[in-house]
Nanobody, 126 residues
Framework: QVHLVESGGGLVQAGGSLRLSCAAS????????MGWFRQAHGSEREFVTA????????DYADSVKGRFTISRDNAKSTVYLQMNSLKPEDTAVYYC???????????????????WGQGTQVTVSS
């Protein structure tokens, strides 16, 4: 069992930045590929970004490429999402997710995750 807790959400003006964190507990963090998803009100949850166990491989949704950066610190069991140049359309609840994998460089750009956090709200005002 892995317990994920997101933090760092809030209200920011368009063009601003936020850094989300997702702290994991319960299992060796380095055994898990991680991802960030978001769900806007009235919309389906969508993939944002993913990172491999090693941190050496990443993937991004086209809508966030060049603005968002995912990273991880395995020693701190934490994955981060740095969000720059935020837009009102980035407003959503952001979730982190974990998938146990034997492949060090595997990234998971879909919903096939084993564990999910409770989410943190990000609101971008225009």
């Amino acid at each position: 069992q892995v317990h994920l807790v997101e933090s760092g959400g809030g209200l920011v003006q368009a063009g601003g930045s936020l850094r989300l964190s997702c702290a994991a507990s319960g299992r060796p963090f380095s055994n898990y590929a991680m991802g960030w998803f978001r769900q806007a009100h009235g919309s389906e949850r969508e993939f944002v970004t993913a990172i491999s166990r090693s941190g050496g491989s990443t993937d991004y949704a086209d809508s966030v490429k060049g603005r968002f950066t995912i990273s991880r610190d395995n020693a701190k069991s934490t994955v981060y999402l740095q969000m720059n140049s935020l837009k009102p359309e980035d407003t959503a609840v952001y979730y982190c997710a974990a998938k146990r994998t034997a492949l060090v460089h595997e990234i998971v750009p879909n919903n096939a995750y084993d564990y999910w956090g409770q989410g943190t709200q990000v609101t971008v005002s225009s």
